[in-house]
């Protein structure tokens, strides 16, 4: 009988013409009606909700009373579920958080009426969007937990796009000879081809005086240390190999990699589990409009805007 009664109320354009209507309803979510009221109410507050919404779906909302009724729909999906499945929050918890969060800022609930008041918002307004935010957390904990898969991919693309880093560091400890002439460069490359002593060949022959006495040996590398035409000579050598004459601005080098190895990235280490909330939050929202596309079949939802 409800939904009969919204359906008449919806289509109110056929109704008497000397009626006036100041509001009329543009959406339903089962028996639950949004009015044009709502959506302008929420397009007026747009500019307080800037902060928690990404650049993109702000900018989507800023334009289109539509897009704003589809987010409304959304969160009356939302908080129908929790309500259906006994996971709602009460005034009580919500204002537990409220004031647990004021404390972790330092904020008392006189900063906290002035920010409401500048932005715009109540209380109440605060409390809806907050009992919104918990019932994402539930569904997330009761439904979509155990969807979530981020893989070590995952973390690589990230941080190699947020970061503009490699999660692993590639080091090669080298050892060089280095010549300014030519001709004496592919000499002794031949030498140390041939198995002479690669220490003996730097003493004897290195130009560089910074190591010609420990064997040429200039410790580990990172990759991006190297000078760019022995940092492409390394990548395809294996421990033991030796590659030359390279020529760099400084000379001819003949040099030999020692050894390899791969350390992570100490920013990586530093920024994991930061790095680990914004996947699993990427995720997790990705996974909650899925979610909410299954509940729109399920649930009755109708529009008219």
């Known amino acids: 009988m409800i939904r ?5 109320l919806a289509l109110s354009n056929y109704a008497n013409a000397k009626e006036v209507l100041l509001d009329r309803i543009v959406g339903v979510v089962n028996d639950d009606i949004i009015t044009l009221s709502d959506v302008k109410d929420f397009e007026k507050s747009l500019g307080s909700k800037k902060a928690k919404l990404t650049a993109d779906d702000f900018q989507k909302l800023a334009g289109s009373q539509k897009a704003i009724l589809d987010k409304i729909i959304e969160s009356k999906i939302i908080l129908q579920y929790v309500k259906d499945n006994n996971m709602q929050s009460d005034k009580e918890e919500l204002d537990s958080i409220i004031k647990r969060r004021m404390k972790s800022v330092g904020m008392n609930t006189k900063d906290l009426e002035k920010e409401l008041k500048d932005s715009g918002q109540t ?11 918990q019932a994402k957390a539930k569904i997330f904990d009761k439904d979509l937990k155990r969807k979530i898969s981020i893989s070590e991919q995952d973390y690589a693309n990230f941080f190699q796009k947020e970061f503009k880093q490699e999660i692993n560091i590639s080091e090669y400890k080298i050892s060089h000879i280095l010549l300014k002439d030519q001709p004496l460069a592919e000499k002794v490359y031949q030498e140390a081809k041939k198995g002479e002593s690669f220490d003996q060949l730097a003493y004897k022959y290195s ?21 760019p035409e022995m940092q492409k000579a390394v990548e395809n050598m294996s421990a033991g190999d030796i590659k030359g004459p390279i020529k760099t601005k400084l000379g001819y080098h003949i040099i030999k990699l020692e050894a390899f190895r791969t350390e992570k990235n100490p920013e990586y280490v530093k920024n994991k589990e930061q790095i680990e909330r914004a996947l699993i939050e990427k995720d997790f929202l990705r996974q909650l409009a899925l979610w909410l596309d299954e509940k729109k079949e399920e649930y009755y939802v109708r529009t008219y805007l």
């Open 4 to 8: 009969i009664l919204i359906m008449i």
């Open 123 to 133: 209380l109440d307004d605060l409390r809806n969007e907050l009992e919104v935010e």
């Open 207 to 227: 130009e560089d005086a910074g190591t010609k006495n420990n064997g040429g040996d200039l410790g580990y590398l990172k990759s991006d240390s190297l000078l």
